[in-house]
């Protein structure tokens, strides 16, 4: 069974054509019955007539003057009339137009199922129609401009163009209803990867340019519900850091050295908490105000691709090694299988922070035997930290890349707010790509990242 076209254009497109077909195939066939039919009448009528008139002037005179006769009907009448001979070289009728087939066939029914046609006798090009006399078979041929009528290759010459201005019609009235559902698709994609897209044109037909309304509408809305979430976020911070540094003050001051321990330890876990909530809804922004600590090199490659979105020419291998440097530390034994691969168009801080996010969680919950590995694949970049930790379950692994979602079952001892996947996930959106959570060979979790590189702009 044959796939349906998926695309809105390519469907409506074959619809209109399908519309076009079977209306050009119902005017064909009246055009068969209603002029057709009459010309090979009237072809055929002609035919027989000559032959008849033919037979009966032949028959009629003198035996002296029949050379007379013929070579009056061949001068007036464009006649001529031979006796047939067994040597004759005969070229058959052709097949189009189709109203000789139909012509040759009535008149066969008026002169005789012996009768024959020929377009050519002896090299001479006419409609030669054969009849008896006695047992004598003769040949007139008659003038092929008077049973020659244009018409029906002028109707088909010109049916094919109007059937291939039909077609472009057809294609330019789907593109004109498919054009805008696809440019709002591409907007609701950049949606869904936490990009605003361009406003969309509002006009054109009255329903497109109603919901081309309503989703700007709902673009406009949902910006202003972002800007308002990072506005309360930042007085949240400010609200809580300064509490958090008079605690940090206060611990400090403590003479209990196990109560001091104690209370540094909360406020900087409660600080780190603070700070990854704050970078999952702000993670834009702060990519934005970061972006003056890149190296010299990479400021001079930042290319532009939308306003307030800014991607670097970057070396994601020297990102990896360098991400990992802090924590070689940490970690019980840190392994990097990095392949050379090509420099790909990234925000390197949020890819920074994005792999941060993987390795702090492999420290923590994965026993701190982690392997990070660089591999190019087809039109892709995968980034893979694995570790030998109690791994995440399948069912659960879709909900674990969910903000605030900690799973207590799977990975023992967890302390943060539940955002770290959540920052990957929505980074790998940013970019475009993919993040998957799978099995590691012989127990543990791989945490997969995977980047595309054959765009130039990784949130076009």
Same mark, same amino acid.
């Given at each position: 069974?044959?796939?349906?076209?998926?695309?809105?254009?390519?469907?409506?497109?074959?619809?209109?054509?399908?519309?076009?077909?079977?209306?050009?195939?119902?005017?064909?066939?009246?055009?068969?019955?209603?002029?057709?039919?009459?010309?090979?009448?009237?072809?055929?009528?002609?035919?027989?007539?000559?032959?008849?008139?033919?037979?009966?002037?032949?028959?009629?005179?003198?035996?002296?003057?029949?050379?007379?006769?013929?070579?009056?009907?061949?001068?007036?009448?464009?006649?001529?009339?031979?006796?047939?001979?067994?040597?004759?070289?005969?070229?058959?009728?052709?097949?189009?137009?189709?109203?000789?087939?139909?012509?040759?066939?009535?008149?066969?029914?008026?002169?005789?199922?012996?009768?024959?046609?020929?377009?050519?006798?002896?090299?001479?090009?006419?409609?030669?129609?054969?009849?008896?006399?006695?047992?004598?078979?003769?040949?007139?041929?008659?003038?092929?401009?008077?049973?020659?009528?244009?018409?029906?290759?002028?109707?088909?010459?010109?049916?094919?163009?109007?059937?291939?201005?039909?077609?472009?019609?057809?294609?330019?009235?789907?593109?004109?209803?498919?054009?805008?559902?696809?440019?709002?698709?591409?907007?609701?994609?950049?949606?869904?990867?936490?990009?605003?897209?361009?406003?969309?044109?509002?006009?054109?037909?009255?329903?497109?340019?109603?919901?081309?309304?309503?989703?700007?509408?709902?673009?406009?809305?949902?910006?202003?519900?972002?800007?308002?979430?990072?506005?309360?976020?930042?007085?949240?911070?400010?609200?809580?850091?300064?509490?958090?540094?008079?605690?940090?003050?206060?611990?400090?001051?403590?003479?209990?050295?196990?109560?001091?321990?104690?209370?540094?330890?909360?406020?900087?876990?409660?600080?780190?908490?603070?700070?990854?909530?704050?970078?999952?809804?702000?993670?834009?922004?702060?990519?934005?105000?970061?972006?003056?600590?890149?190296?010299?090199?990479?400021?001079?490659?930042?290319?532009?691709?939308?306003?307030? @979105?800014?991607?670097?020419s970057t070396d994601v291998q020297l990102l990896v090694q360098e991400a990992a440097q802090?924590?070689?530390?940490?970690?019980?034994?840190?392994?990097?299988?990095?392949?050379?691969?090509?420099?790909?168009?990234?925000?390197?801080?949020?890819?920074?922070?994005?792999?941060?996010?993987?390795?702090?969680?492999?420290?923590?919950?994965?026993?701190?035997?982690?392997?990070?590995?660089?591999?190019?694949? @087809?039109?892709?970049?995968?980034?893979?930290?694995?570790?030998?930790?109690?791994?995440?379950?399948?069912?659960?692994?879709?909900?674990?890349?969910?903000?605030?979602?900690?799973? @207590?079952?799977?990975?023992?001892?967890?302390?943060?707010?539940?955002?770290?996947?959540?920052?990957?996930?929505?980074?790998?959106?940013?970019?475009?790509?993919?993040?998957?959570? @799978?099995?590691?060979?012989?127990?543990?979790?791989?945490?997969?990242?995977?980047?595309?590189?054959?765009?130039?702009?990784?949130?076009?």
């Amino acid at each position: 069974m044959r796939a349906v076209p998926r695309t809105l254009l390519v469907r409506a497109f074959l619809l209109i054509v399908v519309l076009i077909v079977l209306s050009l195939a119902t005017s064909v066939a009246i055009f068969r019955y209603a002029v057709q039919e009459p010309r090979a009448q009237q072809m055929a009528q002609l035919v027989v007539s000559a032959v008849n008139l033919t037979r009966a002037a032949v028959l009629s005179s003198a035996p002296e003057w029949r050379g007379a006769l013929l070579a009056e009907l061949r001068d007036v009448e464009g006649l001529r009339v031979q006796m047939a001979d067994a040597a004759d070289v005969l070229e058959p009728m052709p097949d189009h137009p189709p109203e000789l087939r139909l012509m040759m066939d009535k008149a066969r029914d008026r002169l005789g199922e012996e009768t024959r046609f020929a377009s050519g006798r002896n090299g001479e090009e006419a409609l030669w129609v054969s009849f008896y006399i006695g047992r004598d078979e003769f040949w007139v041929a008659l003038p092929r401009e008077r049973i020659e009528h244009p018409l029906s290759e002028v109707l088909l010459v010109w049916g094919s163009v109007v059937l291939l201005l039909a077609l472009l019609g057809a294609y330019f009235i789907a593109r004109q209803v498919a054009r805008p559902l696809d440019k709002l698709a591409q907007a609701a994609q950049q949606i869904g990867r936490g990009v605003m897209p361009q406003p969309l044109p509002e006009h054109g037909a009255r329903e497109i340019a109603a919901v081309s309304r309503a989703f700007n509408r709902m673009s406009a809305d949902l910006a202003a519900n972002e800007r308002e979430r990072a506005l309360v976020l930042a007085g949240i911070s400010h609200d809580l850091r300064t509490p958090l540094a008079r605690m940090r003050l206060a611990a400090e001051l403590s003479a209990d050295e196990a109560l001091r321990d104690g209370l540094a330890a909360d406020v900087e876990q409660m600080d780190a908490v603070i700070q990854q909530f704050l970078d999952y809804a702000r993670l834009d922004e702060n990519e934005r105000s970061e972006v003056s600590s890149l190296r010299p090199n990479e400021r001079s490659e930042v290319s532009s691709l939308r306003p307030n @979105e800014i991607a670097v020419s970057t070396d994601v291998q020297l990102l990896v090694q360098e991400a990992a440097q802090q924590f070689t530390a940490q970690a019980k034994s840190l392994v990097l299988d990095l392949q050379q691969v090509p420099r790909i168009f990234v925000k390197p801080l949020l890819l920074r922070r994005a792999l941060a996010n993987l390795l702090d969680n492999a420290t923590k919950y994965g026993g701190g035997e982690i392997t990070i590995q660089l591999r190019q694949a @087809e039109n892709a970049i995968m980034l893979s930290v694995a570790d030998r930790g109690a791994g995440i379950p399948a069912g659960q692994r879709e909900a674990a890349k969910r903000p605030f979602v900690r799973l @207590e079952s799977a990975r023992s001892n967890t302390t943060g707010s539940g955002l770290g996947l959540a920052i990957v996930e929505r980074v790998a959106r940013l970019h475009g790509g993919e993040f998957y959570l @799978e099995d590691r060979e012989d127990g543990g979790l791989v945490a997969r990242l995977v980047l595309p590189t054959g765009l130039k702009s990784p949130l076009g």
